[in-house]
C-alpha cells in the first residue's frame, strides 16, 4: 500500500503522529488477512514451490547430458532468480505478505537445491545432517529479512529432523538442537506482537511444542528411565503454558501446547498402566551417581520450572479450580520413586488415569463443553480397554465393563443435551 509507504514523511511533517500511524498500519495489517487475502497467499506460496519443483524436473532429465560447467549454472540459477526477487519484494513489496511468504519459500528451497546439486556435481563429501544443518542456518536470515513465518515453520521442520537424523539415527551426537530453536522465538515474538490471532502463529504454537517432543528424547543416555520423569514434567509444563491467560482464550485447534500436554500426559500414564516398565525398574540397581547424569538434571529443571509456572498459576485459587492434568508431573515424580522399590506404582498409575478421566469429565460439564466431557470418558474407555487386554476377568465382567462405559456415554452426553435445553 502507497500510504503505508508515505507514513513516515506524513509523522515527519506533523500531519498524523505516532499513534494514528500505528492505527493505520494495523488497519492495513488486519486487511491483509481477510479471507481473500490469505487465500492469495496460500496461492502464492503453492505456486512459487511448483514454479520450482517444476525447474527442477526439467533440468533433472537432461541432467546427464549437460557439461560440469553447465550444471554448474544451472545449479545456482534458482538462489540468483530467488535472491533477486525477494531483493524486489524488500525494495517494492515489503508490505504484502503474500510476495513476501512465496519468494523467501522460493528462496528457502532454491538454497537446498543449490547446495545438493553442488556436491554431487562436484564430489563434496558430506552427510544428511551436516546438509541439514548448513541449510537451516544459511535460511535462518530470510525469516527476518523478509518476516517469514513459513520459511520460520520449515525451519522449525529442518532443525528437528537434524537432531533425530543426528542423536536417533546415527551414531553422532549433537544437542545444538536447543540453541538453534532458540534463534527463532524473537521472530515467534515479533509473529505474536503483530498478529497473535493468525493462521502462521497457531502453526508455531503446534509446531514448537511438537519440535521439542521429538527431540527431548536425544537427552537420554545412562539413565534412560529417569527421561519419563522428565516427559512427565515437558507435557505438565506445556499443559501449563497453553493454560496461560492469552493461551485459554484460544479456540482449542490453536492451542498446540495445551492439546499436547494434555494428550501426552493420558498416553504415557496408559503405557505405563502395564506392569513391564515397573518390573524392570525395581530389577535395575540405581546408585547416588545417576543424580550426576543429565536425564536426572534434564527432569529436575523440566520439573522446577513446571512447578514454578503451577504455584504462579494456581496461586489463590481454590482446589475445585485446579486444572485436572496440571498436577500429574508431580505425582509422577513421587510415584516414580515409589516404583524403584514397590508394585504399588502401577496400581498408583491406574488410580490416577481414572481420577484424571473422572475430573475432566467434570471439567466439560462445568464449562458446558461436549467435546471437554467426551474426551474425559474416552480417558476411561481406554482404561477399560488395557485392562480387558491385562487381566484375567472373566469375559461377562468385561462385556459388563464396555456396557457401562458405552451407557455412560450415552447418558452424560443426553444430560448435558438436555441441560443446554433447559438453559435456552
Known sequence: MNILKDLPELIDSDIISEETAARIRAYYQQKEGRPSSKLFIVFGILGSILVGLGIILIIAHNWDNLSRLTKTIFAFLPLVVGQIFCGYVLMRKRDNISWRESTAVFLFFAVGASIS?????????????????????????????????????????????????????????????????????????????????????????WLVPTSVVIVLGTVAGRVPELMLVAYFSLFGLLYLVGNLPFFSGLKLRSNGYRVIGSLGTVVLLLALSFDGFWKNLIDKEMSTWMLLSREFLTSALLTLLASTLLYKQQKGMQLSEIKPASTIFLLFALTFVVGMYSPIAIVLINIYILALGILIVREG????????????????????????????????????????????????????????????
Open 117 to 205: 546439486l553442488v556436491s554431487q556435481i562436484y564430489n563434496i563429501p558430506g552427510n544428511v545432517s551436516s546438509f541439514l544443518l548448513t541449510w537451516s542456518l544459511l535460511c535462518l536470515p530470510l525469516v527476518y529479512l523478509l518476516e517469514s513465518s513459513l520459511v520460520s515453520l520449515l525451519y522449525l521442520v529442518g532443525i528437528t529432523y537434524y537432531a533425530v537424523e543426528t542423536n536417533y539415527w546415527s551414531n553422532d551426537e549433537s544437542h545444538i538442537f536447543w540453541l538453534l530453536l532458540l534463534l527463532i522465538f524473537p521472530h515467534c515474538h515479533n509473529l505474536y506482537k503483530r498478529n497473535p490471532e493468525s493462521n502462521f502463529m497457531s502453526f508455531h504454537h
Open 365 to 424: 460439564a462445568r464449562m458446558d463443553h461436549l467435546g471437554v466431557l467426551n474426551y474425559g470418558l474416552l480417558v476411561i474407555t481406554a482404561l477399560v480397554i488395557c485392562r480387558f487386554f491385562d487381566t484375567n476377568l472373566s469375559f461377562i465382567l468385561r462385556g459388563i465393563l464396555f456396557v457401562a462405559v458405552g451407557v455412560g456415554f450415552f447418558m452424560t452426553n443426553y444430560w448435558m443435551l438436555k441441560k443446554r435445553k433447559t438453559d435456552e
